[in-house]
């Protein structure tokens, strides 16, 4: 499928709710014109087709609108979301941004970009011979210096040329995300709706369900933990709730337990992607497993040496500023590692994560999972940290409800993980803060240097 038969698809629904932003509601019409003024902008910088085009703004309508048209011109889109507005420059530099549509409440407009750059990439030029519209995506950058994913936006949308069942789906991952694509694209494709939510704290996610009655919630498990412990879940009637799916990272086994039964009668299913790959289809065994099935039509998955290596239709043509992490088979080492059963896979967590101590591996998520059923722990994120006699010792950093002391809260951690962590698992220090300690897209990040925390929020103990 392509933009155009996207769109024309979308012209089947016109009164339909496309996009629902607070108390706005934008119609599938309302949409179409908005991509219409866009075109109209686009068309007057006479850009080069294959022209590589930043869309700068909040979420919303608009957003969406100038995404589309961009992609329709046959150019390449870079999304940047204002999270990641501290290494915009960076990111438009890396991906050579030869214009920007500028998104927001007082301008609508597109602007040659004013470092005048030239987009020669070779990887361009495939694009350009193909005439397929781009997407540039780039990683979170949580270990090193961001990556630049291109994909040919044509052969993405090709997952979606069979509509599905139309959702109210809330919007959590943004368009500068594999994710946050995939669910636009998927609703788009289907009749859907796209619920956009004042902000994404428990409380004002829980609202937007409540009032624009959100079949379908994609989010993060640490975004799910963060829901149940505010206590909205009981607050909000989020009765309309069919589908709750989580990926980005591990899930931990106790929240998913909480989830199974505070939301009776929601499927729960996790998903897996990569911004390299795209979104595979999954299947969970039950909906308090953590075992899934991943892969589909579009997909080949294969585990050696305990890591998930998937090959995929979707796969992107590479990037812009590292080598082709592809084998010669077009096969991706996820990193992630994996147990198996049969077809059914469990993800432990990232091959860079896992924690040498003396030879003995620890998962990180492990730990977590024993650390958030503690009485007053909101919260926690754990790391390995160089050591001269093991090699490696476990650090875990620790939200907590109330101010407690380091050695209370050590002395309590310990009793509580014997038997149920192994001695080398169990927290050789620990910092505590009452700061959140995840990313702005609610994933944990591992690394105390990299920890979303004020300064001065934390307090260290080990020993």
């Not at 022209?51 to 700068?56: G, L």
């Not at 289907?190 to 004042?198: A, H, K, L, N, Q």
């Not at 009637?237 to 009668?265: C, K, N, Q, V």
């Not at 991943?294 to 590292?322: P, Q, S």
């Amino acid at each position: 499928m392509t933009i155009d038969e996207l769109i024309t698809r979308m012209r089947g629904w016109t009164s339909n709710a496309a996009i629902v932003e607070g108390d706005r509601s934008h119609t599938y019409e309302d949409l179409l014109r908005k991509i219409e003024g866009w075109r109209d902008r686009v068309a007057s910088l006479v850009l080069p087709t294959g022209s590589v085009v930043s869309v700068e703004g909040e979420y919303g309508c608009e957003t969406i609108a100038a995404f589309m048209a961009v992609a329709e011109a046959g150019h390449v889109v870079v999304p940047l979301s204002p999270d990641s507005a501290a290494q915009q420059d960076t990111f438009r530099t890396i991906a050579s941004v030869e214009a920007r549509c500028l998104v927001g409440d007082d301008t609508n407009a597109i602007r040659p970009a004013p470092m005048g750059e030239s987009a020669d990439h070779e990887i361009y030029g495939v694009l350009r011979a193909r005439r397929r519209p781009g997407l540039v995506l780039f990683s979170s950058g949580s270990s090193g210096r961001p990556k630049a994913a291109v994909h040919d936006l044509g052969q993405l949308l090709e997952r979606y040329a069979t509509p599905r069942t139309g959702h109210r789906t809330l919007v959590f991952l943004l368009l500068d995300h594999i994710g946050g694509v995939n669910t636009l694209l998927y609703t788009l494709s289907s009749g859907g709706t796209v619920v956009v939510p004042g902000g994404r704290s428990p409380e004002t996610v829980a609202r937007a369900i409540e009032t624009h009655r959100v079949e379908l919630l994609p989010t993060s498990p640490t975004f799910l933990n963060l829901l149940l412990l505010s206590g909205a879940p009981f607050r909000y009637d989020l009765s309309s709730l069919r589908l709750i799916t989580y990926g980005t990272e591990p899930m931990p086994s106790g929240t998913l337990e909480r989830l199974t039964r505070a939301f009776p009668d929601a499927r729960l299913q996790q998903t897996y992607g990569l911004t390299e790959i795209g979104i595979l289809h999954s299947r969970s065994r039950s909906a308090d497993s953590l075992w899934v099935r991943v892969g589909g039509e579009g997909f080949e998955t294969k585990v050696v040496d305990g890591r998930l290596w998937v090959r995929a239709r979707t796969a992107m043509l590479g990037y812009l500023n590292a080598p082709n992490p592809f084998d010669a088979d077009g096969y991706l080492d996820t990193g992630d590692l994996v147990e198996t059963d049969g077809e059914w896979v469990r993800f432990l967590g990232r091959r860079d994560d896992v924690i040498n101590i003396g030879g003995s591996k620890v998962y990180p998520s492990r730990v977590e999972d024993v650390l958030l059923a503690m009485d007053g722990v909101l919260d926690a994120v754990v790391h390995g940290e160089a050591h001269a006699i093991t090699g490696q010792i476990v650090v875990a950093t620790v939200r907590i409800a109330s101010p407690e002391s380091p050695v209370d809260f050590k002395a309590r951690m310990r009793m509580f993980c014997s038997g149920r962590l192994a001695v080398q698992e169990v927290p050789a220090k620990v910092r505590l803060t009452e700061e959140p300690i995840h990313s702005a897209r609610f994933k944990r990040i591992r690394g105390g240097t990299r920890l979303m925390t004020a300064p001065g929020a934390g307090r260290d103990h080990a020993g």
